[in-house]
Nanobody, 116 residues
Framework: QVQLVESGGGLVQPGGSLRLSCAAS????????MGWYRQAPGKQRELVAS???????NYADSVKGRFAISRDNAKNTVYLQMDSLKPEDGADYYC??????????WGQGTQVTVSS
């Protein structure tokens, strides 16, 4: 079992930046993929970015060039750097971890609001 705890959300103006962190309760080295998802009110949860153990990344088209995902296996932490934020980026952001044998885990989420 792995607990994931997100932090770093908050209120930011359009064009601003936030850095989300996802701290795992145990090593993430065995997790094949770590990712960030988001869900806005009335919408389905969508993948924002993911990163594999080997460091390969994948981004939603809507965030390419603005967001960057990274993982620090030594700190059991995954980050999402979000720059040039837009109002439509506002949502609850969830950390996700996928293990090839044990399945996947979710954090409780952190809220991001982009508004002037």
């Amino acid at each position: 079992q792995v607990q994931l705890v997100e932090s770093g959300g908050g209120l930011v103006q359009p064009g601003g930046s936030l850095r989300l962190s996802c701290a795992a309760s145990r090593s993430i080295f065995g997790m094949s993929t770590m990712g960030w998802y988001r869900q806005a009110p009335g919408k389905q949860r969508e993948l924002v970015a993911s990163i594999t153990t080997g460091g390969s990344t994948n981004y939603a088209d809507s965030v390419k060039g603005r967001f960057a995902i990274s993982r620090d296996n030594a700190k059991n932490t995954v980050y999402l750097q979000m720059d040039s934020l837009k109002p439509e980026d506002g949502a609850d952001y969830y950390c996700n971890a996928k293990h090839p044998i044990f399945g996947e885990y979710w954090g409780q989420g952190t809220q991001v609001t982009v508004s002037s």
